[in-house]
Protein backbone atom coordinates (compact mmCIF):
# COMPACT_ATOMS: atom_id res chain seq x y z
CA UNK A 1 0.00 0.00 0.00
CA UNK A 2 2.99 2.22 0.90
CA UNK A 3 4.48 1.33 -2.56
CA UNK A 4 1.29 2.19 -5.01
CA UNK A 5 -0.39 5.20 -3.04
CA UNK A 6 2.60 6.83 -0.91
CA UNK A 7 0.26 5.74 2.56
CA UNK A 8 1.53 4.00 5.09
CA UNK A 9 -0.95 2.48 8.03
CA UNK A 10 -0.84 1.86 11.45
CA UNK A 11 -2.51 -1.71 12.79
CA UNK A 12 -4.94 1.08 14.43
CA UNK A 13 -6.17 2.37 10.55
CA UNK A 14 -6.35 -1.13 9.52
CA UNK A 15 -8.52 -2.02 12.18
CA UNK A 16 -10.89 0.80 12.12
CA UNK A 17 -10.75 0.28 8.18
CA UNK A 18 -11.61 -3.45 8.18
CA UNK A 19 -13.64 -3.98 12.21
CA UNK A 20 -15.26 -7.39 10.82
CA UNK A 21 -12.40 -9.66 9.72
CA UNK A 22 -11.18 -11.81 12.06
CA UNK A 23 -10.12 -15.61 12.40
CA UNK A 24 -12.65 -18.00 13.36
CA UNK A 25 -11.98 -19.90 16.81
CA UNK A 26 -11.71 -23.79 17.39
CA UNK A 27 -15.24 -23.69 19.03
CA UNK A 28 -16.86 -21.54 16.15
CA UNK A 29 -15.43 -24.10 13.63
CA UNK A 30 -16.46 -27.15 15.51
CA UNK A 31 -20.25 -25.32 15.76
CA UNK A 32 -19.58 -25.02 11.48
CA UNK A 33 -18.77 -28.72 11.20
CA UNK A 34 -22.20 -29.57 13.34
CA UNK A 35 -24.12 -27.34 11.54
CA UNK A 36 -23.13 -28.09 7.91
CA UNK A 37 -23.38 -32.16 8.68
CA UNK A 38 -26.53 -31.77 10.57
CA UNK A 39 -27.66 -29.85 7.52
CA UNK A 40 -26.03 -32.69 4.76
CA UNK A 41 -28.14 -35.38 6.90
CA UNK A 42 -31.34 -33.84 6.20
CA UNK A 43 -29.98 -33.16 2.22
CA UNK A 44 -30.22 -29.03 2.42
CA UNK A 45 -27.10 -27.24 1.39
CA UNK A 46 -24.64 -24.96 3.84
CA UNK A 47 -23.32 -21.92 3.01
CA UNK A 48 -21.42 -20.81 6.22
CA UNK A 49 -21.03 -16.85 6.36
CA UNK A 50 -18.36 -14.94 8.59
CA UNK A 51 -20.36 -11.17 9.06
CA UNK A 52 -22.29 -11.58 6.38
CA UNK A 53 -19.50 -12.95 3.75
CA UNK A 54 -19.69 -16.46 2.78
CA UNK A 55 -16.22 -18.19 3.67
CA UNK A 56 -14.74 -20.17 0.54
CA UNK A 57 -14.77 -23.52 0.04
CA UNK A 58 -10.91 -24.21 0.70
CA UNK A 59 -11.10 -22.08 4.05
CA UNK A 60 -14.36 -24.20 5.46
CA UNK A 61 -12.14 -27.44 4.59
CA UNK A 62 -9.14 -26.27 6.31
CA UNK A 63 -10.95 -24.97 9.51
CA UNK A 64 -13.04 -28.26 10.17
CA UNK A 65 -9.58 -30.84 9.19
CA UNK A 66 -8.29 -28.58 12.56
CA UNK A 67 -10.70 -29.47 14.85
Request: with cysteine.
Amino acid sequence: MSEKHCFTATERQYKYRFPGLKNVKEDEWAYIEEEIRSRDALGKLSLPCLHGQPLPPGRISRGISRV
